[in-house]
C-alpha cells in the first residue's frame, strides 16, 4: 500500500460527458502528480501540483484540467469526453516541490472507459 | 524522450536472481536513478533509487556503474509475484517551462518469473 488512495477505481461513461478523478496524497506529501496510461502511449505525465499551486505542465490537454486544494488532495478534471480519452490515470505523490531526489509514490489508479 | 534503454523482456526461475539492466549514458553528474514496477495494470510501485553508490533495501539491490552510464536492478530470490514491467527512470531537468523534474517512463523490461 502506497498510501495514495485515489477513486472511483473504475469508471465508465460517455463521448461528450465530463468526469472528475479523485486524488488523496500520502500522509505529509505536499505534491501531487498526474499521469495518463494508455495501451499505444505508455504512462504520460499531465500536470503537478505542489502546495495548491501548479507547478509543472506536460502533456495535458485543454480539455482537461486539475485543481489541489487546501487538505491537498486533487481533483482531475475531464470534459468533452473522446474515445481516445480511455486510458487509466494515476496520481503520484512526494515530499517536496519535485526538484529533491525523494521518489514519487503511486496510487493505484482510476480506469477510464469511453462508450 | 526517455533517457534509458532497457531490453523489453527478460525471463528468471523462480528462486535464482533477477538482474535487471539500464543503460542512461546521458546522465548528469547529480541525478539519481530510480527504479519502479508495475504489475499488471496497478500503480507504479516504487522499488529503489540511488545516485552511484550501491544500495540495497528490502525489495533489491541497485548497482550503478563507477561511470554512471548504467546500471543493474537485482531481485535476489525472484518470486512468481515479482513478475511485472520493471521502468528506469532518469528524471528530465526543469526547463523554464516546466519548473520540475519530470519523470519520464520509457516501455520497461517485462520480466517474467518461471516456476
Known amino acids: 500500500d502506497s498510501g495514495v488512495t485515489q477513486t472511483p477505481k473504475h469508471l465508465i461513461t460517455a463521448t461528450g460527458q465530463r468526469v472528475t478523478l479523485r486524488c488523496s496524497p500520502r500522509s505529509g506529501d505536499l505534491s501531487v502528480y498526474w499521469y495518463q496510461q494508455s495501451l499505444d502511449q505508455g504512462l504520460q505525465f499531465l500536470i503537478q501540483?505542489?502546495?495548491?499551486?501548479?507547478?509543472a505542465k506536460g502533456n495535458i490537454l485543454e480539455r482537461f484540467s486539475a485543481q489541489q486544494f487546501p487538505d491537498l488532495h486533487s481533483e482531475l478534471n475531464l470534459s468533452s469526453l473522446e474515445l481516445g480519452d480511455s486510458a487509466l490515470y494515476f496520481c503520484?505523490?512526494?515530499?517536496?516541490?519535485?526538484?529533491?531526489?525523494?521518489?514519487?509514490?503511486f496510487g493505484d489508479g482510476t480506469r477510464l472507459s469511453i462508450l | 524522450d526517455a533517457k534509458t534503454t532497457q531490453p523489453p523482456s527478460m525471463d528468471c526461475a523462480e528462486g535464482r536472481a533477477a538482474n535487471l539492466p539500464c543503460n542512461h549514458s546521458?546522465?548528469?553528474?547529480?541525478?539519481?536513478v530510480y527504479w519502479y514496477r508495475q504489475i499488471h495494470s496497478q500503480g507504479p510501485q516504487y522499488i529503489i533509487h540511488g545516485l552511484k553508490n550501491n544500495e540495497t533495501n528490502e525489495m533489491a539491490s541497485l548497482i550503478i556503474t563507477e561511470d554512471r552510464k548504467s546500471s543493474t536492478l537485482i531481485l535476489p530470490h525472484a518470486t512468481l509475484r515479482d513478475t511485472a514491467v520493471y521502468y528506469c527512470i532518469v528524471r528530465v531537468y526543469p526547463t523554464f517551462t516546466s519548473g520540475t523534474y519530470k519523470y519520464i517512463f520509457g516501455t520497461g523490461t517485462r520480466l517474467k518469473v518461471l516456476a
Open positions: 503520484a505523490s512526494s515530499v517536496g516541490a519535485g526538484t529533491s531526489n525523494q521518489p514519487q509514490h
Open positions: 501540483y505542489y502546495n495548491g499551486e501548479e507547478r
Open positions: 546521458t546522465i548528469s553528474g547529480n541525478e539519481y
